[in-house]
Nanobody
Framework: QVQLVESGGGLVQPGGSLRLSCAASGSIFSIYVMGWYRQAPGKQRELVADIKRDGSTNYADSVKGRFTISRDNAKNTVDLHMNSLKPEDTAVYYC???????????????WGKGTLVTVSS
């Protein structure tokens, strides 16, 4: 069984910063892509940023230059550093990982339960 646990959400004023962290645990053979998605009220879940095992990254246009994603392959963690936050960044942020469990070696998608980020004055 593989679990993803997020931390770091909360309330922040516009222009502020937050760091989200996600740790994957369980019977993991390998993790390929790790990423962060978000879902605002009334909207579909969207990709924020993802990072491959080799460190290559991909960002949504709306967060380029403000957010930075990083990962630690040894610890199976991924962080999202969010700067210059805007009210429109308010959403539940979900950690996602493409994981190959030890038992099956089949790549599967796993999700965390989400952490709420609220940007408001």
């Amino acid at each position: 069984q593989v679990q993803l646990v997020e931390s770091g959400g909360g309330l922040v004023q516009p222009g502020g910063s937050l760091r989200l962290s996600c740790a994957a645990s369980g019977s993991i053979f390998s993790i390929y892509v790790m990423g962060w998605y978000r879902q605002a009220p009334g909207k579909q879940r969207e990709l924020v940023a993802d990072i491959k095992r080799d460190g290559s990254t991909n960002y949504a246009d709306s967060v380029k230059g403000r957010f930075t994603i990083s990962r630690d392959n040894a610890k199976n963690t991924v962080d999202l550093h969010m700067n210059s936050l805007k009210p429109e960044d308010t959403a539940v942020y979900y950690c996602n990982a493409e994981v190959s469990p030890i038992a099956t070696r089949t790549v599967m998608d796993y999700w965390g339960k989400g952490t709420l980020v609220t940007v408001s004055s």
